[in-house]
């Protein structure tokens, strides 16, 4: 019987395995589905393991209402498809979306979801990697890690959170300012989240008190007309670095004048330089500026301890709230599941600097880790497809097994 019982379960185990002949992508938000793409337009199939229930998860279920993109829309496209016409040259929320949705039924791709991967692992016997999810084990020659910078909020500890009698929550669960009406709320963090959160606030005669614990840029969202990330690029190509963030900052200082004196102190590093050595993204403002001069919004110091009805400030002050948001912001989660490789830091980043951070070893490949939004998604993408489909052709198993689809071992 003991014997039986363990062939029925080594019989279980193997039935739950399913052999992918193309590369597993794991992630199915904007740099999955450009990789994903590229590599049909190469003629390589390719399966995405998605750990919820929709593409672009992020977008559709952890992002506020009045979101819009920060950026034009042609910096924004993605690989071989680019936005409708008829967009706005900054698309909303949903906008984006349904460019997104459209983007999947173009290239006619359909992700596994609620495949969440636990352990992906390469097995240096057999030359593969081993991608487990809760109830299967997919086996691909190539892996290309795609859950992006943004994968989990950051939750910060604060002391004496636990104790706020009124809400707490993270920006990913704030949908509108009208579930605050007429409250004074606190919001943790002046990034682009922190000050558009605290903007809409204000459309709903919220009170907010914006946390500046740190140094930040603040630049307009335009420049003479055009976008301030399309002139600096475009300079870039021509200009050092350090010259480039000196005209940006000139430029900002003549048209939103000096921040400093609104609480908002500028770091010592330009706005380009921080964000291509930390990540750092330069706050582009919408409306929140003029709030903060008017005295809608709130600036305030950091938080030393949380009470049971409000909040101490590390100057002393001490105020009421009703409702706390943290505008925290996210981080990778790779760590959490990529095990036996060092190519990632403990925050989950590419040891390897852009533009070279989207090749690993063994078959590893990354996208979206670039510090450089959908523009280096798209790069990364169009680079690993085309390092991939160079292997695929030259490979004489996968000659023989390449088909339009991914071929699954079925469960029976």
């Known amino acids: 019987m003991g014997y039986c019982k363990e062939q029925e379960q080594e019989q279980e185990k193997m039935l739950k395995q399913v052999w992918v002949h193309g590369p597993i992508i794991v992630g199915a938000g904007p740099s999955g589905l450009a990789v994903a793409a590229c590599l049909s337009q190469q003629g390589v199939p390719s399966l995405i393991l998605e750990k919820s229930d929709c593409i672009a998860s992020l977008w559709q279920q952890r992002t506020y209402d009045r979101l819009k ?21 900054y698309p909303t929320k949903h906008q984006f979306i349904s460019y997104m949705e459209s983007y999947a039924l173009h290239f006619s791709i359909q992700p596994n979801f609620k495949q969440a991967v636990q352990k992906a692992e390469f097995d240096n016997i057999t030359g593969l990697w081993r991608v487990q999810t809760q109830d299967r084990e997919y086996n691909t020659r190539w892996l290309i890690v795609a859950t992006g910078e943004n994968a989990e909020s950051v939750i910060p500890e604060i002391v004496g959170m636990e104790k706020f009698n009124g809400p707490v929550i993270h920006t990913s669960m704030y949908k509108s300012g009208s579930e605050f009406k007429n409250q004074s709320v606190l919001v ?25 614990r740190n140094t930040v840029h ?30 940006l900052l000139l430029v900002a200082n003549f048209t939103l004048g000096k921040t400093d004196q609104l609480g908002l102190r500028r770091p010592k ?5 921080l964000k291509n050595v930390t990540g750092k993204t330069p706050v582009l403002d919408v409306g929140a500026l003029s709030q903060i001069r008017s005295g809608k919004i709130k600036v305030m110091e950091g938080v030393k301890e949380i009470t049971r009805n409000g909040v101490k400030f590390m100057d002393g002050q001490e105020r009421e709230f009703d409702s706390i948001i943290l505008a925290t912001g996210y981080k990778s989660n790779v760590p959490s599941w990529l095990k036996g490789c060092d190519f ?10 852009f533009p070279n951070g989207w090749k690993g070893e063994n078959g590893l490949y990354t996208v979206g880790f670039t510090r450089r939004g959908l523009l280096g998604t798209a790069s990364d993408a169009v680079r690993i497809a085309q390092h991939i489909a160079e292997q695929w052709r030259t490979n004489k198993d996968c000659n023989k097994s390449c088909s339009s689809h991914v071929i699954l071992l079925e469960k029976s």
């Open 69 to 89: 993109l920060h950026l034009p829309k042609h910096i924004c496209e993605l690989p071989l498809l680019g936005f409708p016409d008829n967009f706005p040259k």
């Open 188 to 212: 943790v963090g002046c990034g682009n989240s922190g000050m558009e959160v605290s903007l809409d606030l204000c459309r709903y005669n919220a009170i907010p008190h914006m946390v500046v």
């Open 218 to 247: 603040v630049l307009p969202r335009e420049m003479l007309g055009m976008s301030t990330f399309g002139i600096a690029m475009a300079l870039l190509k021509w200009f050092p670095l350090k010259l480039v963030d000196k005209f």
């Open 269 to 273: 590093t330009g706005p380009i330089e």
């Open 344 to 353: 990632f830091t403990k925050d989950g980043m590419p040891k390897t600097p």
